[in-house]
């Protein structure tokens, strides 16, 4: 099993550009979640998923969109890049709950808006 | 507000020592409390976790311990060694039936072993 999946994993924008980072995980797991990551500020939660076609807010959700087509892909899409955007992103994915629950992390993507 | 506050925030000890890192929290319906470690270039990684039923939780050489009364946690590493260095991250989440349980994440803790 590969895991999670992330492409690019770097990346430099002008600002306004648009892109999206993909993600996919072989796991068959239905909890999906997209953080950002800043020096000194943790991670935080953007977009997450509990399955196909259903997505929700997280924390920090502006200037984000996703998508949730397939069990396998979760895709954060930016649509006017913005310097404020400038982070490293991770995807991850869930599996079980509870005492059992366990998120898997894909390697990341750093991008820069420039 | 944040909801998970994570100290300190790097930490130097000598191969053999002991890093103890801690974590408080305000919100008291939280009822999952993992440690991530991430090393440079790499997403985190599940460490350990506890639930508030116990007062610890022992896996090889981590440990995490569990204050409920004074809402707080900590991780110690035994004979810390240099593969140990890395950025570590506590968390906290309520799981709520019916609903996607959502991790807050601490601002991280960058371990260095020496040798």
């Known amino acids: 099993n590969a895991g999670v999946t992330q492409t690019p994993k770097f990346r430099i ?24 990551q800043d020096p000194g500020m943790g991670l935080k939660l953007i977009y997450y998923s509990v399955g196909a076609g259903i ?15 397939t069990t396998e892909d979760f895709p954060l899409r930016l649509e006017l890049a913005a310097p404020s ?8 994915s869930r599996r079980g709950q509870g005492r059992n629950e366990k998120l898997f992390f894909g390697s990341g993507t750093q991008l820069s808006v420039l | 507000q944040q909801q998970v506050k994570q100290s300190p925030q790097s930490l130097i000890v000598q191969k053999g020592g002991i890093p103890i890192i801690n974590c408080a929290y305000e919100n008291t319906a939280f009822d999952y409390f993992p440690w991530y470690q991430q090393f440079p270039g790499k997403g985190p990684a599940l460490l350990i976790a506890i639930r ?30 240099p593969g140990d260095s890395a950025t570590y991250f ?13 991790l807050t994440f601490g601002t991280g803790t960058r371990l260095q072993v020496t040798l």
């Open chain 1, 13 to 36: 924008l002008k600002i306004g550009q648009s892109m999206t980072l993909q993600c996919t995980q072989d796991m068959n797991h239905n909890y999906m979640y997209w953080y950002r």
């Open chain 1, 85 to 92: 955007q400038t982070s490293v992103y991770f995807c991850a």
């Open chain 1, 55 to 69: 997505t929700d807010k997280g924390e920090v959700p502006n200037g984000y969109n996703v998508s949730r087509s």
């Open chain 2, 90 to 102: 506590c968390a906290v989440s309520r799981e709520v039936t019916g609903t996607a349980s959502k």
């Open chain 2, 52 to 81: 508030p039923d116990v007062s610890e939780k022992k896996e090889g050489r981590f440990t995490i311990s569990f204050n409920k009364s004074a809402k707080q946690f900590s991780l110690h590493i035994m004979d810390s060694q």
